[in-house]
């Protein structure tokens, strides 16, 4: 009988190796198209720009930026610029019409010598100036921030200085201080003299205003004012009102000097029906002056007669120049406080106003090395008081 034959055996297929390779290959493809995204995106690729060392888009960027420098200097045109924290290059341009028709020229030649791509993104027109914002992109990252404003004609007039020889003197105040903490902190750290305006009823007041102390900043009371707009609907012992009593505004002023210990001064919060009126502004400043503090007057009303009813009352006063933020936008405050640096050095000093938004934070940190080149002194606000 025949011994029934056995099948032969199948020979197996090597699949474990196979499926070993597909994923190695998958995984450092991964690595590889990661890599890549991170290097067109301008940020550190170890095999784009230490192995393989593609030319980035850095040079170009540079390249640009002088080009575009050395035809503002050609067209003398008046500009500056600063570069932020994310190495975006922001610059405030001033051209008249001729100008402006040739840096549109040169700009478009150099993005397109360069590789970068240049747009308007904004425009607004004005009675005495056109504002236009460029955006310079190179692969598609945002470079290049150009703010210019074409004007007629630049016509800053010529101000006898308060002392001939002495250095222009400029300060800033941050108001609103106290709702929120940490903010002695961020000022600490802008890397330029500030004066802090400590809202006295705010939830974060007395400690922020602690730490001020400690950090050294002058420190004075944001004093809240009823303003012309205001629906009455904050509580008597909050504001000062039109209604206040002698007696009440020496008791809210005498308050705050304790939730503000060591302010020397005081500046309005809102405030603009307080400070339209003689007869109501007297009122207030009467008691500053009882309490020894100085007045600074915030100009938050376009006729404020508070200054000058100050000086009257022979009160240490002085009063804004330029708010920094009237709109929370980097570009913009940092154009102000170039403004402020003109005006300063126009008429001799100058005093803005801000608050501790991230954007303002923001400008005045990415400021501080260019306001140490511009032959000024940045000094507290009292240093100003006349």
């Known amino acids: 009988m025949n011994k029934p034959t056995k099948a032969p055996k199948r020979k197996s297929q090597p699949a474990a190796p196979i499926i070993f390779a597909l994923f190695v290959f998958i995984a450092l493809a991964t690595v590889v198209l990661l890599e890549y995204i991170d290097y067109r995106s301008q940020r550190y690729s170890f095999i784009f720009t230490q192995l393989i060392k593609l030319k980035g888009t850095a040079g ?13 200097k050609t067209l003398q045109a008046e500009f500056d ?7 975006i290059v922001h610059y405030r341009i001033h051209a008249d019409d001729d100008q402006y028709r040739s ?15 240049i747009e308007l993104t904004a425009s607004q027109e004005r009675k005495d ?10 692969r598609n990252q945002l470079t290049h921030l150009l703010l210019v404003f074409k004007i007629a004609k630049i016509d800053i007039p010529a101000v006898k200085k308060e002392t001939a020889g002495s250095l222009p003197r400029m300060a800033i105040i941050i108001d609103d201080i106290g709702y929120r903490p940490l903010a002695a902190d961020d000022l600490k750290g802008l890397g330029i003299k500030v004066t802090a305006a400590v809202i006295p009823n705010a939830p974060y007041a007395e400690s922020e205003a602690q730490s001020l102390r400690r950090f050294g900043i002058e420190t004075i009371i944001h004093l809240p004012m009823e303003s012309k707009n205001s629906e009455k609907n904050h509580l008597e012992d909050q504001l000062i009102t039109s ?16 939730v503000v210990p060591g302010a020397r001064g005081a500046n309005n919060h ?8 003689r007869e109501l502004s007297a009122r207030v400043l009467k008691i500053l002056k009882e309490e020894n503090l100085f007045f600074i007057d915030s100009r938050t009303a376009p006729r404020s007669v508070a200054y000058d009813i100050a000086k009257e009352l022979r009160i240490k006063t002085y009063y804004r ?25 126009r008429t001799g000093k100058s005093l803005g106003i801000g608050h501790p938004f991230e954007t303002t934070l923001a400008a ?5 090395s260019w306001l140490s080149r511009q032959n000024l002194s940045i000094v507290p606000a009292s240093d100003l008081l006349e």
């Open 103 to 117: 840096l549109i020229t040169a700009l478009n030649q150099e993005a397109k010598k360069h590789h970068a791509s």
């Open 81 to 87: 610029s600063i570069r932020d924290s994310h190495g």
């Open 60 to 72: 170009h960027r540079q390249k640009f930026s002088n080009e575009l420098e050395t035809t503002l």
């Open 364 to 368: 005045l940190r990415d400021s501080a």
């Open 129 to 138: 100036k056109n504002l236009y914002l460029f955006q310079v992109h190179f």
């Open 321 to 345: 120049s330029v708010f920094l933020d009237d709109i929370q936008d980097y570009t913009l405050t940092v154009g102000q406080i170039r403004r402020l640096v003109a005006m300063a050095k």
């Open 243 to 258: 209604d206040s009593t002698s007696a009440e505004i020496s008791a809210f002023v005498r308050k705050a000097k304790t």
């Open 270 to 277: 809102m405030g603009s029906l307080i400070t339209s009126s």
